[in-house]
């Protein structure tokens, strides 16, 4: 997903070697760093890639988009970018100007719901939404008596009760009581909130898949420096091994998250196929983030958990993002459920197909 020729990962890396190195960013208490980063970003066009030129954003590809998504997780970035792309992807949807600043989409989980009164008022709960702190507007998906709608509100006008993650990132949750959005229009014919999920869950599948690219790099580097017993620790058979285990768990990720990717930038709508791949990556991509990082940690030994290494600013946000758009169970259950009403004969060809 980073090719050498994509002029927006090329971009996006520069500003984050400059901007988001994880060893400064430990280093630095007070947060000074995110101010900078995210002006760097905005003037770049990188936070609204997904929005089309004529609704205020740079009008990138999906593709492209994607594989900024997985070059940022590759530096824990911990600034709203995935969430401001996937708002200003919502709203494009119904042809909503995006506004410039940080946004966040709600809901941001599948069992959360926002409804939409006869007034055109929007109430309900939403929980673990990221970076809703952070933001200064939110792009939502209500549904009322017509069906879908895709609103933008003011930030200003929820409730928002502060929460963190594993991660130590704003995972907040929001309450909109009888909010009146600042532009409403239908969702398209057929968009569900499925759908966003499933956007959201690519999206942090590349997220996860970079992450533990770094992961595996910053522990080869320290396996090849940490010498115990008079010998550096990767000539250690057990330490070969579990690099070995991590750069297949990485590698898996990165497929499965890719291919995702692919079948969304490459599909005209939402499918089987891409709930076949997207749900997939979203189960695969957990799970290798959770043992990725475990093994991780293991081959670091105790510096690995102290604060000072930054080993952890890419295991705990790997291990929140599990959990944002439907955790892993959650994806699991629904897509047995797919299989069981379709039939694995008739889906099977899909996934074969590619």
């Avoid at 070697?17 to 994880?22: G, K, T, V």
């Avoid at 069906?147 to 928002?160: C, E, Q, T, V, W």
């Avoid at 959201?200 to 970079?210: D, E, H, P």
Wanted: glycine share 8%.
């Amino acid at each position: 997903m980073a090719e050498s020729d994509n002029i927006v990962v090329e971009t996006a890396e520069k500003i984050f070697a400059d901007l988001a190195d994880p060893q400064t960013i430990n280093n630095d208490k007070k947060n000074s760093w995110q101010a900078p980063l995210w002006q760097a970003l905005s003037e770049a066009g990188l936070p609204l890639s997904w929005v089309p030129d004529d609704l205020g954003g740079s009008g990138a590809s999906l593709a492209d988009g994607f594989a900024l998504l997985n070059a940022a997780g590759r530096f824990a970035v911990a600034v709203p970018l995935a969430e401001t792309m996937l708002a200003g992807w919502l709203l494009a949807q119904a042809k909503i100007a995006s506004p410039e600043g940080e946004m966040t989409i709600v809901p941001a989980s599948p069992k959360d719901r926002i409804t939409l009164d006869a007034d055109g008022a929007l109430s309900g709960r939403a929980r673990g939404v990221p970076f809703a702190k952070a933001a200064k507007h939110f792009a939502v998906l209500a549904h009322g008596k017509d069906g879908a709608s895709i609103a933008l509100i003011d930030a200003a006008k929820a409730r928002i009760e502060a929460g963190l993650n594993v991660g130590y990132d704003h995972s907040d949750t929001v309450t909109l009581d009888k909010v009146q959005p600042v532009a409403i229009k239908p969702a398209p014919n057929g968009f569900e909130q499925t759908h966003l999920m499933l956007m959201g869950g690519v999206a942090r599948s590349l997220q996860i898949a970079g992450a533990l690219e770094s992961m595996l790099d910053i522990s080869v580097r320290y396996s090849n420096e940490r010498v115990a017993f008079e010998k550096k620790i990767s000539k250690f058979q057990a330490v070969q091994h579990n690099l070995a285990r991590l750069a297949g768990e990485s590698a898996a990720a990165l497929a499965a998250a890719t291919s995702a990717a692919d079948a969304i930038a490459n599909a005209r709508s939402f499918n089987d196929e891409i709930y076949l791949e997207a749900a997939s990556a979203k189960i695969r991509c957990a799970e290798a983030a959770e043992k990725g990082g475990g093994i991780a940690h293991q081959v670091h030994g105790a510096i690995g958990f102290t604060m000072e290494h930054i080993l952890h600013r890419y295991s705990l946000r790997a291990l929140a993002w599990r959990d944002d758009f439907g955790s892993e169970s959650y994806w699991a259950v629904e897509l047995g459920k797919l299989v069981a009403n379709r039939g694995a004969d008739e889906l099977w060809p899909l996934v074969a197909s590619r």
